[in-house]
């Protein structure tokens, strides 16, 4: 048996930048732009691919992903995050400059081409380069064409590797895109209207949650992040808008998790007139939409790294809805609420949820609702009628015990809340006192002063967009939904 060959060293980093480079010089000396300029396209890889008609005339450009050099022909894929289109190239039918200028390009190099579309012996579509202009040329290699970008910490923290490597993540992340124009589409066509609201605020409200603080040197003034944008909607609710809604950011200067990042997506809309129960239907429609548009049924399958399916949500209407003393009931033991609050506090230990000694009596609860209930509800569900101290924006509900709220459970997390808004400015105001206890300098109360000209009744909602992304595309944490999400600087 002869030996095998011995393998050739494969070369580092620095040897292919190096020989990038004088590929770029190659192409100055032939007087050719490495950079390009406007390149004219008749259409794109992914409109060519789907509407295909042979012995057409276009003008494409892409990135160029593989290349297949047989000598005299040469076949490559010519692609962007949309999609790929496959290109022959006959070196013959080129002059010498540009064949010279074909040998200086790589994987990874942008450039634009002009040819006649037809269908190769296998079935591929394909374009028979006549002409091709170099656009960009790329200094540093491609991800491995093979397996893309594996480390999960490249991937966050170098997305344009992720997205030229992985096919997968290029097609969620356009994905998301038309997902929220869907949304904004959704409601636009229901009478809501799209409105903006300040992200630099005085006082930090709308929310529970600790905001990251800045100041404004011409005013003199600190300022927060905006943790919610409910109050300024609710003002303009006042003014005499009706239906309105607003897609943008939030910001929380509190933990990172898989499902949390500091700054996040979110959407809020307020309808006049309406109440908790008809939001929930809102959003019911809306989530059924998107995924039956979107996601090719309402049957979502969440997937483990290797590509096993650990899990299928079913997304039939119509969805469940319980309320949240029930629930609690059911996971806890159907005397939960009849015995006393140490009780209660024992009954934690039996179950194993970790409680803290200084929580009061409704945040034991609620931690009970959030391991027992909320962590293992993954078809959706709505959990109405929660406990009053923990929404004090809601309208209580008859008995004074609850508020008139939902909040939507998939997947074992909350992807939305929905309200009846509480309108009475003098309820209002004492919630939000007792609320921020000796703190009052946090409450808003220009707001109240603003509930005081009269806001009507209305529903209100809030929809976690990148939560609701990840639900529906089966991505496992926030970060496979965030373009760029925030992680510490390296060292």
Request: aromatic content about 8%.
């Amino acid at each position: 048996m002869s030996e095998a060959a011995p393998q050739q060293p494969q070369s580092t980093e620095a040897e292919l930048i190096a020989v990038r480079r004088e590929k770029l010089a190659k192409l100055r000396e032939l007087g050719v732009d490495p950079y390009g300029a406007r390149f004219e396209t008749t259409t794109t890889p992914e409109a060519l691919r789907a509407e295909f008609v042979e012995g057409v005339q276009v003008k494409v450009a892409g990135r160029l992903t593989a290349i297949r050099d047989m000598g005299k022909s040469i076949f490559f894929q010519l692609a962007d995050v949309h999609g790929s289109i496959q290109g022959y190239l006959g070196i013959k039918g080129l002059s010498e400059e540009k064949a010279a200028a074909w040998k200086c390009l790589d994987r990874g190099d942008w450039i634009g081409i002009e040819g006649e579309t037809f269908i190769t012996r296998t079935g591929e579509p394909t374009i028979k380069v006549g002409d091709f202009t170099v656009l960009s040329k790329a200094l540093r290699p491609m991800p491995d064409k093979w397996h893309g970008v594996a480390d999960r910490e490249i991937k966050y923290r170098k997305r344009h590797l992720d997205l030229m490597g992985n096919e997968e993540s290029a097609k969620l992340f356009v994905t998301r895109s038309l997902m929220l124009a869907e949304i904004r589409r959704f409601f636009q066509d229901r009478g809501f209207l799209e409105v903006e609201t300040p992200m630099l605020q005085d006082v930090a409200g709308g929310a529970a949650a600790r905001p990251f603080e800045t100041f404004h040197n011409a005013l003199g003034m600190p300022l927060t992040m905006r943790i919610a944008p409910e109050l300024f909607l609710k003002r303009l609710l006042v003014g005499g808008f009706t239906k309105i809604f607003e897609l943008n950011r939030n910001f929380r200067n509190e933990g990172i998790s898989r499902r949390h990042n500091p700054e996040f997506t979110m959407l809020e809309a307020y309808w006049a007139f309406s109440d908790f129960k008809e939001m929930a239907d809102l959003v019911e429609e809306m989530t059924c939409h998107l995924a039956e548009k979107f996601c090719g049924g309402l049957k979502i399958e969440h997937k483990d790294e290797e590509g096993n399916v650990t899990r299928t949500i079913d997304l039939s209407r119509p969805w469940k809805r319980a309320r949240y003393d029930d629930l609690i009931a059911g996971a806890a033991g159907a005397d939960f609420f009849t015995i006393t609050p140490e009780g209660r506090r024992q009954r934690c230990e039996e179950l194993g949820v970790q409680i803290s000694p200084e929580m009061e009596d409704h945040e034991v609860i609620q931690q009970v609702f959030e391991k027992l209930v909320e962590e293992k509800t993954f078809d959706p569900c709505f959990v109405t009628h929660v406990a009053s101290e923990l929404v004090p924006l809601a309208k209580v509900s008859p008995g004074g015990k609850t508020v008139e709220v939902y909040e939507l459970i998939i997947n074992g997390q909350e992807i939305s809340p929905g309200y009846s808004e509480l309108n009475d400015p003098d309820v209002q105001r004492e919630r939000l006192e007792v609320q921020s206890g000796e703190e009052t300098h946090k409450i808003d109360y220009d707001f109240i002063e603003t509930l005081e000209h009269g806001m009507p009744p209305a529903g209100g909602i809030g929809i976690g967009i990148d939560r609701l992304v990840m639900m529906l595309t089966g991505a496992p944490t926030i970060r496979d939904v965030v373009l760029f999400p925030l992680l510490k600087r390296k060292e």
